[in-house]
């Protein structure tokens, strides 16, 4: 199992970073592998994950909104009925400062053995890394002006 957290401080309201976070749509914006994130059959609580692998291979998979609190908090996790073979999951915390926020975001991911086991864990390589590096992109983001 790949596991990351990292933590920072972002100049910009928690409600504003909570906004961006919610749909998780706005992710492939921060995160490289992340090709896309959509909203499935119309939920709101319910995405569908697209991302890259190596050798151009893509993994897919469902996942669901299994805890939030409007500007504090926001989790969810891989449904099992994907049929993804990966089980994965994140969750990340606003803690309002003012007009400060500290932003954690926490991610795992648990690849199956065998070759889809190896792509999972190619492409989840360094996942502390790649979440310290997409928190940074998000707070340049908030940082840089009004963001929709």
């Known amino acids: 199992m790949a596991t990351a957290t990292h ?14 976070w919610r749909p998780l749509t706005h992710l492939p914006q921060i995160l490289d592998d992340v090709e896309s994130v959509e909203p499935k059959d119309g939920s709101a609580d319910v995405t569908h994950w697209v991302v890259d692998g190596p050798l151009g291979k893509k993994i897919e998979w469902d996942a669901k909104i299994v805890d939030e609190e409007t500007d ?17 999951g994140g969750a990340v915390r606003f803690d309002d400062h003012g007009g400060k926020t500290g932003v954690e975001v926490s991610l795992h991911v648990e690849t199956p053995a ?14 502390q890394k790649k979440i310290e590096k997409a928190l940074q992109e998000f707070k340049q983001l908030m940082e840089s002006g009004p963001v929709r």
């Not at 100049?11 to 970073?17: S, V």
């Not at 996790?77 to 994907?82: D, T």
């Open 7 to 20: 933590y920072l401080e972002v100049n910009a309201p928690a409600a504003e970073c909570y906004r961006w």
């Open 72 to 88: 504090r908090k926001i989790a969810w996790k891989s449904l099992e009925e994907s049929n993804n073979h990966v089980e994965t």
């Open 114 to 127: 065998g070759a889809l086991g190896d792509l999972g864990a190619k492409l989840f390589a360094d996942p």
